[in-house]
């Protein structure tokens, strides 16, 4: 699949996460290391999250409780 079709599944940082979820990027690391997100390793060994998958998540409420919050 080449990266620039149409099917290609765009690819978020920790900090456009973040962003969305306006929390830190560490927050969103610690999410991905108790599984409560996914995240796909580049070849450098950065965490990469699916756009789709992040969507949804914020739709359904995801990390608006208070362990979420960053302080």
Known sequence: MDSHSPD????LTPSEV????????KTVTRWAQ???ISSIR???GHRR???AEVRR???????HDDESRAS
């Open 18 to 25: 973040a962003a969305m979820f306006r929390v830190v990027p």
């Open 49 to 51: 999250f699916r756009e």
């Open 8 to 11: 290609a599944e765009r690819l």
């Open 34 to 36: 108790a599984g409560k």
């Open 42 to 44: 580049t070849l450098g």
């Open 57 to 63: 998540l914020l739709a359904e409420g995801f990390g």
